[in-house]
């Protein structure tokens, strides 16, 4: 079978799935997932078997250590995929949620209700746990996973597949058989052809760094979800309270410094830099960051600080560096960031509500914070449960996606005989 005929049969069954989904009920979905959660966990040494194959594959291609530990599936790993499923059979069904209702003059009686968005691919890098995530998240909102992970894990990624699949049809009758599927080559010319299937396909998901979400939109021809750069940014307004300045930026930027919602660029108002920013900067420093400032900043640090370049406002370091800017007030700051940023997440410190409130209404971001780190910026943190991933698009989903933002809906119309006239 050719690699087109080969993708178009898995579209096809996966699309077959998705139609028979809505006949599985909340309590069906739940059952399933705390099955499948049981089938990973009993069936650890099965998993870490393949897991060592993917593990080897990564060492031949030179695979960095911080990638192998992506890659590695410990028994840790493994019991919080199982438990990931179940906390996700304990959420509420995003499904069948009445958004609106209505009942027109002509006595047409409509509901806006909720519904699965259908077939949804995922594609990522290295981590199989994502494996379990995604087609549990995917499952409980009734969507159908196709999964296309890095060709380092794909023995890792076919086997929790698989056994989810087996564990979902010994549950229920009604389960699909192709609800979850995974691309079963690693050849590249798999995913623009995938991708090309219209007619079966409605949703890419690409988890990863830039270069493989540019690379996915700008081959796919289904709607893609996606976030190219964190580039977070971290407002110090002149209104201020230095305690919670140092601890929002220092827990923006340390907590965990190689995530989209890390802080990458520090800016603060000209009028308090001189007494405030060599104490924002101890504290940074005292973690290991590398400051990388405008000429203001360094009058005011030393010259021994680092210099920034042009580059260095739009760089998405995912490190322990950081750039540093004084500006003219809330105007200089929300030039800077609707210039500079990528439309994730912006934080202001001030005791000034109207300046944060304004901040919060001009700031062009999916999501923007007060008085808080923007690592807050996740679907957890959220209270959603789970997240999937986080969108910087303008339509459709926005900000970190979890259940609710992986359904559609559609409208629902009763009448009694009812024409128009």
Same mark, same amino acid.
């Given at each position: ?168 049809? $010994?549950?229920? &009758? *009604?389960?699909?058989?192709? /609800?979850? !599927?995974?691309?079963?080559?690693? +050849?590249?010319? =798999? ?95 005292? $973690?290991?960051? &590398? *400051?990388?400032?405008?000429? /203001?900043? !360094?009058?005011?640090?030393?010259? +021994?600080?680092? =210099? ?114």
């Amino acid at each position: 079978m050719s690699l087109p005929e080969q993708m178009t049969a898995l579209a096809r069954d996966a699309k077959t799935a998705a139609l028979q989904m809505p006949r599985l009920n909340t309590g069906e979905k739940n059952a399933c997932l705390c099955a499948m959660a049981d089938a990973l966990e009993g069936n650890a040494s099965i998993i870490h078997e393949a897991n060592a194959k993917d593990m080897e594959t990564g060492r031949s291609m030179d695979l960095s250590q911080a990638m192998l530990d992506r890659l590695h599936l410990d028994e840790e790993r493994i019991t919080d995929m199982a438990r990931g499923l179940r906390n996700v059979a304990e959420l509420p069904d995003p499904v069948g949620r009445i958004l609106d209702e209505r009942v027109r003059p002509s006595g047409l009686h409509l509901r806006k209700v909720t519904t699965p968005i259908g077939v949804v691919v995922m594609i990522y890098e290295s981590r199989p746990n994502v494996t379990a995530d995604a087609a549990g998240l995917c499952f409980k909102s009734g969507n159908v996973t196709i999964l296309r992970g890095g060709k380092e894990a794909l023995n890792s990624n076919r086997i929790i597949a698989r056994l989810m699949v087996e564990a979902g049809r $010994k549950t229920s &009758e *009604l389960f699909p058989e192709h /609800a979850i !599927q995974v691309v079963p080559t690693t +050849d590249r010319a =798999a995913i623009p052809e995938l991708l090309s299937l219209t007619d079966y396909v409605d949703l890419c998901i690409p988890r990863g760094g830039e270069g493989l979400i540019r690379a996915v939109a700008e081959c796919s021809r289904v709607p893609v979800i996606k976030h190219y750069k964190g580039i977070c940014s971290v407002y110090i307004d002149a209104d201020a309270d230095a305690e919670k300045a140092v601890a929002v930026v220092v827990n923006s930027k340390t907590q965990r410094p190689g995530v989209c919602n890390a802080m990458e660029t520090l800016l603060i108002d000209k009028s308090i830099a001189p007494s405030l920013l060599p104490q924002i900067a101890g504290a940074l420093r005292d $973690k290991g960051v &590398e *400051l990388r400032a405008d000429e /203001a900043v !360094q009058e005011i640090l030393g010259s +021994d600080t680092k =210099a920034a370049t042009n580059e260095d406002w739009d760089t998405e370091y995912l490190d322990l560096i950081c750039a540093v800017r004084v500006v003219k007030g809330i105007d200089g700051a929300l030039d800077h960031i609707n210039r500079h940023g990528s439309g994730h997440t912006e934080s202001i410190v001030t005791e000034n509500e109207s300046t944060a409130r304004r901040f919060q209404n001009e700031v062009d971001a999916s999501t923007v914070f007060w008085n808080a780190s923007t690592r807050f910026s996740d679907g957890g943190e959220f209270g959603m449960g789970a997240e999937i991933g986080i969108s910087t698009d303008k339509i459709g989903a926005r900000g970190p996606m979890g259940l609710a933002e992986l359904t559609t809906y559609k409208w629902l119309g009763e009448g009694d005989g009812l024409i128009r006239t």
